[in-house]
């Protein structure tokens, strides 16, 4: 796979309930964010990996959303008690631990909270 | 603090005219600035970068953007529009040498050709 893959594409689930989102990032990419991007509005920055490093998690609109990321692979952003508010598509991208390079997205993951 | 502001959330133009999408930054460091478009349903796609060097870069899909440091702007142009640009485009701003390789991007554009 060449690309930042994202599962599901897809997600409907009940108010309160927890979801998983995952991400494959590109190989080698030492980098990792997660982004919030609401209907018809920007993207909102959620959270930084970046290698070995403290995460940047400066993004997270509260203390119900976490992630995590094992070494330079995979993510997984938690959203434990979902709300309306929470539903939007969720965006992965990956970039490679070198100055000016451009962060490659995967396709998102669309959640929505019934 | 960084910040991208986009001009104009929607903008219309016809087929074969000219393509004019505005954004301007504010940034302390020398900045890494970005152009992307994102199609319907579709992650980013990035369509060119400026980072350090000539200030007129051109990216894919005949588009390119200069990079002006006076007006803090980094315009984005094609000079004539396809029926097939009809997307949505992100600026963003990055500044790794000031320690953060966080991005912030506009509000986005959204562009649709007109037939």
């Known amino acids: 796979g060449a690309g930042v893959s994202q599962s599901p594409s897809n997600k409907v689930t009940e108010k309160g309930k927890d979801v998983e989102l995952r991400c494959d990032p590109i190989s080698g990419h030492t980098a990792l964010y997660w982004y919030r991007q609401r209907l018809g509005q920007g993207l909102e920055f959620l959270i930084y990996f970046q290698g070995n490093s403290a995460p940047d998690k400066s993004g997270l609109p509260s203390d119900r959303f976490s992630a995590e990321r094992t070494g330079e692979s995979v993510s997984t952003l938690t959203i434990q008690r979902t709300q309306q508010e929470d539903s939007a598509v969720y965006l992965c991208?990956?970039?490679?631990?070198?100055?000016?390079?451009?962060?490659?997205f995967g396709p998102g993951t669309r959640l929505t909270v019934t | 603090a960084q910040s991208v502001t986009q001009l104009g959330s929607h903008v219309s133009v016809s087929e074969g005219a000219l393509v004019l999408l505005r954004c301007n930054y504010s940034?302390?460091?020398?900045?890494?600035l970005f152009w992307y478009v994102q199609y319907p349903n579709q992650g980013l796609q990035l369509l060119l970068k400026y980072t350090t060097g000539a200030t007129l870069v051109k990216g894919i899909n005949g588009f390119e953007a200069e990079f002006k440091k006076s007006e803090t702007s980094f315009h984005l142009t094609k000079p004539s529009a396809h029926m097939s640009d009809a997307a949505e485009y992100f600026c963003?701003?990055?500044?790794?040498?000031?320690?953060?390789?966080?991005?912030?991007f506009g509000t986005g554009t959204r562009l649709k050709v007109l037939a």
């Open positions: 940034s302390s460091v020398p900045p890494y």
């Open positions: 991208a990956s970039r490679r631990d070198s100055l000016g390079h451009e962060q490659y």
């Open positions: 963003a701003v990055s500044s790794p040498t000031s320690g953060t390789y966080k991005y912030i």
